[in-house]
């Protein structure tokens, strides 16, 4: 086994590794916060942080680990059926507050296949990461403008934490789409190394919103 020599490809991959980590830290708090109080959004929101959780632990083998072509596109193959369902779990969580905290079983089924759908395109159409940023900017969108009415409406507790979050995602998936930033801080970074830095503080604030929304809950009987 030989780690890549490509300096952007290393810093990205240390930085999926990075992202892995914090995803794995929201699940553990988000579980110890919240599981006694809302059981469906905790497993909800541990099933979104966990599938990221694994496509970034994936990505960091991906982009850090030498290999041929044929075998970096399989390892693409999980990665992309993960971010799939990190995004379907993300708009159900969104969903789930939106509508007082319930989901209907179809709608979260739905949404699993919708999962599934963008994954067969991506087994269609090569190189088609494009098409997941697409996806997941449809679902930024819809939790942006839905955490900005909960915010303006004073419905939800930590929704503007929420919406701080889902705007530097925005930010950070603006920046991948892109696919022309370059940046030196030492080390050299690509649109992709810098996708995975402002995913943590944006995954930071989400996870904000939803401990302080939760905790709002606790002593009410």
Avoid at 9 to 30: C, G, K, R, Y
Avoid at 159 to 188: C, D, K, N
């Amino acid at each position: 086994m030989h780690f890549i020599e490509i300096p952007t490809e290393q810093t990205t991959a240390i930085t999926d590794v990075l992202l892995a980590m914090a995803a794995t830290l929201f699940i553990v708090l988000i579980r110890a916060k919240g599981i006694k109080t809302d059981s469906k959004k905790t497993l909800i929101w541990i099933a979104a942080f966990g599938f990221l959780a694994l496509a970034a632990a994936l990505g960091a083998i991906a982009h850090g680990i030498e290999m041929t072509k044929e075998l970096n596109t399989l390892v693409w193959h999980p990665i992309n059926l993960c971010l799939g369902l990190t995004v379907a779990f993300f708009t159900a969580g969104v969903i789930y507050d939106i509508n007082r905290f319930n989901i209907a079983g179809y709608i979260l089924v739905l949404l699993i296949i919708s999962s599934l759908l963008f994954f067969i395109v991506t087994l269609i159409i090569p190189d088609s990461f494009l098409i997941f940023i697409l996806y997941e900017a449809l679902a930024m969108l819809f939790a942006l403008v839905s955490y900005l009415i909960l915010s303006f409406g004073g419905k939800l507790r930590g929704a503007w934490l929420m919406t701080f979050g889902i705007l530097i995602s925005l930010l950070a998936s603006v920046i991948q789409a892109m696919g022309t930033f370059q940046l030196t801080l030492i080390w050299e970074f690509n649109y992709n190394g810098l996708f995975h830095i402002l995913q943590i503080p944006g995954l930071l604030f989400i996870y904000a919103g939803i401990i302080r929304e939760i905790n709002s809950r606790k002593f009410i009987l």
